[in-house]
């Protein structure tokens, strides 16, 4: 799908990439994890997406928090300290020799059950735990093509939005929707009718000068939109997290996207409406800090 977010350049490298599971390196093609495994049968997990840029995992720190804390916000022992963890990728790295323009996947699931069935007391293994390295650069499009679809990000007391796990179904199904509309992404409402975020990146418009993005209580809290922030504060552009609606979004000057994978990348239509004619001024000037503070961040 041309210029959606987490397009990237095909490299037939990745055919031939080791993947780490539970610490032994297997072929792609022989990679490969039971059918009673809790992520498989369940969606019981949680994941990260961390970026290999010039021999650095980019803010290793933030991810390994939000790993964690993730697990425990589900009762799941991980049975790995995060040094452990960060001393496993750095060996399936070293396994493929790679050292920049990658992307990695790092999914741990509660372990194999012994019978198919919810409860975590039939899990008989310790946590699933796999590593997915892979070459990937993003592909430069001239912006993204956004629609606002009906599934909503839930209240917390439903399936709290803030965690990252492996039960994506909502997600899933607004992008599969956004796709029959011909979007690129979907943009997601919260439970009052407010912005929220889209199905795989976090949405910000800006107004008059100012960046806006949701009041992060129904999304993920993404390390790249707290960057972002963090940036546009210390840059003089006001970045607030506020309630906004569809109506502030169409009259938006310029609106653009974040995430692990790809950055900053510009929106130029919402349910049809331009949104710019292209990458505006502070869109523009955001991508620059965020890709110098990566630099600055592969040089620590």
Avoid at 244 to 262: K, M, Q
Wanted: glycine content about 10%; overall charge negative; charged content about 25%.
């Amino acid at each position: 799908m041309a210029g959606g977010s987490h397009d990237y350049l095909d490299d037939q490298r990745n055919a031939l990439i080791l993947i780490s599971i539970n610490g032994e390196l297997f072929p792609r093609d022989d990679a490969k994890v039971s059918v009673f495994d809790s992520g498989f049968m369940l969606g019981d997990g949680v994941w990260e997406g961390i970026r290999l840029h010039k021999g650095r995992l980019l803010f290793l720190d933030a991810h390994m928090e939000r790993l964690y804390e993730g697990a425990k916000a589900i009762d799941m022992d991980i049975g790995l300290s995060p040094g452990e963890m960060v001393t496993r990728i750095e060996e399936v790295l070293a396994g493929n020799s790679m050292d920049t323009d990658v992307h990695i996947r790092l999914m741990v699931t509660r372990g194999i059950k012994s019978t198919p069935y919810q409860h975590p007391k039939v899990t008989i293994t310790p946590p699933t735990v796999v590593i997915i390295p892979e070459y990937k650069v993003a592909v430069e499009g001239a912006g993204l093509k956004l629609a606002t679809v009906h599934v909503r990000r839930g209240a917390p007391d439903v399936q709290d939005p803030a965690l990252n796990t492996h039960s994506k179904l909502n997600c899933i199904t607004a992008c599969i929707q956004a796709d029959k509309m011909g979007a690129d992404e979907a943009l997601m409402l919260d439970p009052h009718g407010f912005v929220a975020t889209c199905n795989s990146t976090h949405f910000f418009i800006v107004r008059k000068g100012e960046v806006w993005t949701s009041s992060g209580r129904y999304c993920l809290a993404g390390i790249t939109r707290a960057k972002v922030l963090e940036l546009a504060r210390e840059n003089a552009i006001p970045g607030l997290e506020k309630d906004f609606s569809l109506t502030d979004v169409y009259n938006a000057d310029e609106a653009f996207v974040t995430g692990t994978f790809a950055g900053l990348i510009p929106v130029l239509e919402i349910d049809g409406r331009a949104i710019g004619s292209n990458t505006g001024p502070v869109t523009a000037r955001l991508q620059g800090l965020y890709r110098d503070l990566c630099e600055r961040e592969a040089r620590r």
